[in-house]
């Protein structure tokens, strides 16, 4: 069992950086991949970036490559979402997940990961 609290969120404007975090409860985070997948009123989730358990790899959705970094400290039981050069776009409710499993097609699946957090906002102003 695998809990996950997102925090990090808030107001930002066009260009700037922000850094959400994911803290896991469980004795048994870093045998999980983690991912970032963000939600915009009125659309489907979507993938934003995943890393295995032990870090080292990374996917990425298209939209963010280049401008956002996952990264995860297993000591820390958190998983990172380094956010530069935001966009309006980007504004969204931003959830983290577990998955015991990783791969490229495979991680970019919400349906695929078994633990959710409830999510932090972003909202990028023009």
């Known amino acids: 069992q695998v809990q996950l609290v997102e925090s990090g969120g808030g107001l930002v404007q066009t260009g700037d950086s922000l850094r959400l975090s994911c803290a896991a409860s469980?004795?048994?985070?870093?045998?999980?991949?983690m991912g970032w997948f963000r939600q915009a009123p009125g659309k489907e989730r979507e993938f934003v970036a995943a890393?295995?358990?032990?870090?080292?790899?990374?996917y990425y959705g298209d939209s963010v490559k280049g401008r956002f970094t996952i990264s995860r400290d297993n000591a820390k039981n958190t998983v990172y979402l380094q956010m530069n050069s935001v966009k309006p776009e980007d504004t969204a409710v931003y959830y983290c997940?577990?998955?015991?499993?990783?791969?490229?097609?495979?991680?970019?699946?919400?349906?695929?990961?078994?633990?959710w957090g409830q999510g932090t906002q972003v909202t990028v102003s023009s």
């Open positions: 997940a577990a998955s015991r499993y990783f791969g490229d097609m495979y991680s970019r699946a919400p349906s695929n990961y078994e633990y």
């Open positions: 890393t295995p358990w032990s870090g080292g790899i990374t």
């Open positions: 469980g004795r048994t985070f870093s045998s999980y991949a």
